[in-house]
């Protein structure tokens, strides 16, 4: 597996909250507060999955959804350039039957 610089996620980022089963932990107590952690929650094969991250790793997912996201902001604005050009070859072919 290559390690990448600049890497990409499709997902997003979570609070996922548990009970540990303990009981003796504040989660079993009267008040019942679970854990909490964050996550990162993604889809594989049509199937989610969901990664608990350290404090310290959220900024560096949190960026690679960042640069996924305009990644697929630019691709879906290339796909609309494709579309019209795509129109205007239709258009034309259309024109030069009709004339």
Same mark, same amino acid.
């Given at each position: 597996?290559?390690? %990448? ?22 989660? *079993? ?29 959220? &900024?560096?997912? /949190? &960026? *690679?959804?960042?640069?996924? %996201?305009?990644? %697929?902001? /630019?691709?879906?604005?290339?796909? &609309?350039?494709?579309? %019209?050009?795509?129109? *205007? ?11």
């Amino acid at each position: 597996m290559t390690t %990448q610089k600049s890497p990409r996620l499709r997902g997003s980022l979570i609070v996922f909250r548990r009970k540990c089963g303990k009981p003796s932990c504040q989660c *079993a107590g009267k008040d019942g507060t679970p854990h909490s952690s964050p996550a990162f929650k993604y889809s594989l094969n049509g199937v989610a999955k969901i990664v608990t991250l350290a404090p310290d790793e959220v &900024a560096p997912i /949190r &960026a *690679a959804l960042v640069r996924y %996201q305009l990644d %697929q902001d /630019r691709l879906d604005r290339l796909c &609309a350039d494709g579309l %019209q050009w795509l129109n *205007a070859r239709i258009d034309a072919r259309k024109a030069k039957r009709s004339s």
